[in-house]
C-alpha cells in the first residue's frame, strides 16, 4: 500500500513537471517564432500548389505538407499540455479558432474532388497568422466590436440608395434605360458609381440632355464615397482608439496592484 502511494506520487510529481515543461514552451519565444515561420512556410507551399510543378517539386510540397499537418499537430497539443485546466483552453476563442484551423485542414487529400478540398481548405492555415500577431487580434476585435456602428451607417447609406435609385429611374429611365429603366438596375448603377468606377461616362450620357444633372450625381458621391465611406473608416478607427486605450488602463491597474503587493511584502 505505502509502495502504491509512492509510485503515485511519483507519477503526479511527473504529470506537473511535463505541465510545467509545456508551459514553459508554449510561452517560449523561440518556440512561438518557429511556429510563426511555419506558418509562413504553409502559406509558401498552398501558394506553389497554384503553379504547374515538376515531379520533383510536387514531392517536395507533399512531403512538406505532412510535416506542417504534423508540427501544427504537436504545437495545439503542447498548447493544451501546457495548460493547469485543460478545458480552459478551448475558453479562449482564438485557441479554439486555432484548433478548428488544424482540424480542418487535415483532410485527407486521396481522390479528385477531396484533392480540391483539401488544397482550398490548407490555404486557411494562412488565417492562424492572426492568432499569432497581437496587432491582429487588436483589429479583428475591433472589426468585431464596430459591426453594430458600421450597421447603422450601411442602413443610411443603404436609405440614401434607395432615395437616390428611385429619383434616378424617374429622370433617366427614358435616355438610358439599360441603367436606370427600373430600381434594381438604377441601384447597381449606383453602387458601381459609388465605386468611382467609370462614373463620369455615366453622368454624360444624362449631362448631354440636361446640364443640371450634375448636382444629382455629385452630391450622390459626395454623401457616399466621401461622408459615409469614412464614417465607416471613422467608427473602426475609434474602436481600434478605444480598445489600445482599455488595454493600457488594464496593464496600467495591473502594475499598479503589483506596486502595493510588494509595498505590502516590504513592510513584513
Known amino acids: 500500500m505505502f509502495q502504491i502511494k509512492i509510485h503515485l506520487n511519483y507519477l503526479v510529481k511527473m504529470i506537473k513537471a511535463l505541465e510545467n515543461f509545456f508551459h514553459n514552451l508554449k510561452e517560449n519565444i523561440f518556440f512561438n517564432v518557429v511556429v510563426f515561420i511555419v506558418i509562413i512556410f504553409a502559406a509558401v507551399i498552398a501558394g506553389m500548389e497554384t503553379f504547374s510543378l515538376n515531379p520533383t517539386l510536387e514531392k517536395f510540397i507533399s512531403n512538406s505538407d505532412y510535416f506542417i499537418s504534423i508540427f501544427f ?6 498548447r493544451i499540455l501546457g495548460e493547469k485546466h485543460k478545458l ?8 479554439s479558432f486555432d484548433f478548428i484551423i488544424v482540424c480542418v485542414s487535415l483532410v485527407p487529400i486521396d481522390g ?5 478540398v483539401a488544397r482550398l481548405v490548407r490555404v486557411f492555415r494562412v488565417l492562424r497568422l492572426v492568432t499569432h500577431v ?12 464596430s459591426i453594430p456602428r458600421v450597421l447603422y451607417v450601411i442602413g ?10 428611385v429619383i434616378g429611374s424617374f429622370m433617366f429611365a427614358e435616355i438610358d434605360p439599360d441603367r436606370w429603366g427600373n430600381l434594381f438596375l438604377s441601384l447597381w448603377t449606383l453602387f458601381q458609381i459609388s465605386t468611382l468606377e467609370g462614373w463620369p461616362d455615366i453622368m454624360l450620357i444624362q449631362f448631354n440632355e440636361n446640364a443640371m444633372t450634375w448636382i444629382y450625381f455629385f452630391t450622390f458621391i459626395i454623401l457616399i464615397a466621401m461622408i459615409l465611406m469614412n464614417m465607416i473608416v471613422g467608427v473602426i478607427i475609434d ?15 495591473i502594475l499598479e496592484k503589483l506596486k502595493a503587493i510588494e509595498k505590502k511584502l516590504e513592510n513584513l
Not at 73 to 78: R, V
Not at 88 to 95: P, Q
Not at 240 to 253: A, C, D, F, L, S
Open 112 to 116: 479528385f474532388g477531396n484533392l480540391i
Open 134 to 145: 497581437p496587432q491582429f487580434k487588436i483589429l479583428i476585435n475591433a472589426l468585431l466590436i
Open 88 to 95: 480552459n483552453f478551448f475558453k479562449d476563442a482564438w485557441n
Open 239 to 253: 474602436v481600434i482608439v478605444q480598445e489600445n486605450e482599455t488595454e493600457v488602463r488594464i496593464e496600467k491597474e
Open 73 to 78: 499537430i504537436s504545437e495545439i497539443l503542447i
Open 156 to 165: 443610411l447609406m443603404f436609405i440614401i440608395f434607395y432615395i437616390y435609385a
